[in-house]
């Protein structure tokens, strides 16, 4: 069965990363979702794709330049699906106590060695303190980061996030002890994706967000599909 994961909440229908976003996804009974993390100014835990404020918020800067109380005043809608009331910037504390998933997949970009130590310690005193431990895999392209979460944080399931063949994803995924392959749906060949699943790892596929490529992929056997429709996704191909 392919499971489903709603892409920064339903980032198709609401404004990406926000409270609305994930509370999007659940009403259509997509109980799992991936998000991204970034440090504020004063070490929150942060649910921002970009490391800078313009796109989502029209704002310059970064979100490292803010504080949290700051930036959960900023309005998150700018770009976005059009969408009737503001939309702050939430904490990963907000949506852990508000929003009941499942699963989480938590992406963090590339980081600094210092960098990635203190989102990873922040993300698994975060998990550790909600009791979602065993629901939470951190994810990222980084080798750095996913470095820092092998050493720091070896409670946390690890995940390598792929967007290009040139470095082989299955053998770096195991290099670093990775129990999940987040693979642009470009990249799953029936000879990778079994190759992914004989060495033990469950392969999510992103970003699907077209119903005969959801059929396609789930036909071929990938464990789970990242999508920005997730309730769509529901729809066509019948899965939680």
């Not at 796109?55 to 330049?65: F, P």
């Not at 980081?111 to 009791?131: E, F, N």
């Not at 190759?195 to 033990?200: D, E, K, M, P």
Request: hydrophobic share 40%.
């Amino acid at each position: 069965m392919t499971l489903l994961y709603g892409h920064r909440g339903a980032r198709g229908e609401a404004p990406e990363n926000t409270l609305a976003s994930f509370q999007r996804c659940l009403a259509q009974g997509v109980t799992r979702c991936e998000l991204d993390l970034h440090l504020s100014r004063d070490g929150q835990l942060m649910v921002i794709h970009d490391p800078t404020l313009r796109r989502t918020t029209g704002r310059r800067g970064k979100v490292s330049h803010y504080d949290a109380a700051e930036l959960q005043h900023m309005d998150a809608r700018h770009g976005g699906p059009s969408w009737p009331q503001p939309c702050p910037i939430p904490t990963l504390a907000e949506l852990f106590e508000q929003c009941a998933f499942e699963h989480w997949q938590l992406e963090v970009k590339s980081a600094s060695r210092t960098g990635s130590a203190r989102l990873v310690r922040a993300i698994a005193a975060l998990c550790q303190q909600y009791g979602l431990v065993e629901h939470v895999t951190l994810t990222s392209s980084s080798l750095t980061v996913l470095k820092a979460a092998r050493e720091l944080a070896p409670e946390l399931q690890r995940g390598l996030v792929a967007e290009r063949a040139w470095l082989e994803p299955v053998r770096v995924a195991q290099r670093m002890g990775c129990s999940l392959l987040a693979l642009n749906w470009q990249l799953c060949s029936p000879q990778r994706l079994q190759r992914a699943q004989r060495a033990g790892l469950h392969v999510s596929a992103w970003t699907v967000n077209q119903p005969l490529l959801m059929q396609r992929l789930a036909a071929l056997g990938v464990d789970s599909l990242i999508s920005d429709f997730p309730g769509l996704a529901r729809q066509v191909i019948g899965s939680p």
